[in-house]
């Protein structure tokens, strides 16, 4: 069985950064991850994903050239690093774990962490 644990949420300024870190635990290192947020009143939507090897990744077109999505699969982690932050990108974000293919649709999806707090003030 699969767990995943996000951390490194919290209020920030926009234009600023935070690091997102989802810690897997019962072995991850074949799987793609990916990132998701969901903002309050709306639907989780996707918002980067990693091939297993981390060697593909995948944003949606709003953050691209702002995130950066990472994984060490020595320490079962993959990161989320955030920068030039928005008030937008205020959400709940989660981390998933896909045991198949690389793909933006949750339903793609095996597992999933708690989720981790991210607000961005203006």
């Known amino acids: 069985q699969v767990q995943l644990v996000e951390s490194g949420g919290g209020t920030v300024q926009a234009g600023g950064s935070l690091r997102l870190s989802c810690v897997a635990s019962g072995g991850t290192s074949n799987y793609a991850m990916g990132w998701f947020r969901q903002a309050a009143g709306k639907e989780r939507e996707f918002v980067a994903a990693?091939?297993?090897?981390?060697?593909?990744?995948y944003y949606v077109d709003s953050v691209k050239g702002r995130f950066t999505i990472s994984r060490d699969n020595a320490k079962n982690t993959v990161y989320l690093q955030m920068n030039s932050l928005k008030p937008e990108d205020t959400a709940v974000y989660y981390c998933?774990?896909?045991?198949?293919?690389?793909?933006?649709?949750?339903?793609?999806?095996?597992?999933w962490g708690q989720g981790t707090q991210v607000t961005v003030s203006s």
């Open positions: 998933a774990a896909d045991i198949g293919t690389m793909t933006h649709d949750p339903k793609g999806y095996d597992y």
């Open positions: 990693i091939s297993w090897s981390g060697g593909t990744t």
